[in-house]
């Protein structure tokens, strides 16, 4: 077992995540080998107990906003899709957390950005289901590739606002070295 789990092969991803690294970059889940050990190498101690422990109250208060959304739909009777609930959720967990930045989409704040990751997923769900998209003159003749375009710019000028504005408010209160990287 330790063999397979320590191997490098399984590192390099198939050319079907090009579509996702032109949309989230290339990161841990779509680098390749010494890029991807470099940023595991990174990541892995924001992950440690003590530092997580740190993120219990902010589980808590988006947790609490999870139960009160599915409460409201709970005495209707009817049947209810929790997935976006949970997508949600998992995302203002995820900006708070990482980011420190609250977003709001479970009570409604951010819908056009939540609407593009979700119509970005369907894409790119629907790239990976039809091999004939594969073709440049297909993907932009049916315009799912400028879709694809300007959903993705759309996206990315959003997280470079977020994380401006909160370098902003930490340069403000003096927790930023001048030093620090660009958001470029």
């Known amino acids: ?53 740190g993120y219990v109250d902010v589980f808590v208060k988006q947790g609490q906003i999870f139960v009160d959304q599915l409460e409201k739909h709970a005495d209707t009777g009817r049947e209810m899709d929790v997935f976006p609930f949970i997508k949600r959720c998992a995302l203002d967990i995820i900006c708070e957390t990482a980011m420190g930045t609250s977003m709001d989409t479970q009570t409604g704040g951010n819908a056009e950005y939540v609407d593009a990751v979700k119509r970005l997923s369907e894409i790119v769900w629907n790239f990976q289901r039809f091999p004939w998209l594969w073709l440049k003159p297909i993907w932009y003749g049916c315009g799912m590739g400028f879709e694809f375009d300007r959903l993705v710019k759309m996206t990315n000028d959003f997280t470079r606002k977020v994380i401006a504005e909160r370098r902003r408010q930490l340069e403000e209160d003096g927790l930023l070295e001048d030093d620090a990287p660009s958001t470029d």
């Open 1 to 53: 077992v330790q063999v397979i789990l320590e191997s490098n092969t399984l590192i390099t991803k198939s050319s079907q995540y090009d579509i996702i690294s032109k949309w989230i970059g290339t990161g841990l889940l779509t680098s390749t080998t010494e890029k991807w050990f470099g940023r595991r190498k990174m990541i892995t101690p924001t992950f440690h107990f003590n530092i997580l422990k």
